[in-house]
């Protein structure tokens, strides 16, 4: 079964799906695909893994037949009792595609200014 991560490089994809980094490049222009160079390299993109990125890779003539397999495997829907909001998923998204310098940013003002800080430095007003 293919594993992607929320973020991949360019070569890492090339490799899951057979092809060149350089073809993924393309294809990412090609789809407007979320990316951002890599620090430290002149060529190499990071791209981020979303829904519509792993449809485009798994439509591709090299993971059709994945496709077809996680089709198969993918396990059924079940309530376990624990309820994630979206709102829960885009948070931890947006930690996700942080820096860690980004993220220690974040911490130390949730640190001293509390939610409540955080809250009227984006300019949300509490009720």
Do not use: C
């Not at 222009?29 to 990125?53: D, H, M, P, T, Y």
């Not at 993220?103 to 409540?116: A, F, H, R």
Request: net charge neutral.
């Amino acid at each position: 079964m293919i594993k992607f991560k929320t973020r991949m490089t360019s070569a890492e994809l090339a490799e899951i799906a057979a092809t060149t980094p350089q073809t993924i490049n393309r294809w990412a222009r090609a789809q407007n695909w979320k990316r951002r160079k890599l620090k430290g390299s002149k060529r190499q993109l990071e791209i981020f893994v979303n829904a519509s990125v792993r449809e485009y890779l798994l439509s591709t003539k090299q993971l059709r037949y994945f496709a077809d397999e996680m089709h198969v495997a993918r396990e059924t829907p079940a309530d376990y009792g624990i309820s994630t909001s979206d709102l829960a998923f885009q948070l931890q998204e947006a930690l996700d595609m942080m820096t860690s310098g980004e993220q220690q940013k974040l911490s130390d003002l949730l640190e001293n200014e509390g939610v409540s800080g955080l809250l009227s430095r984006l300019g949300i007003e509490e009720e």
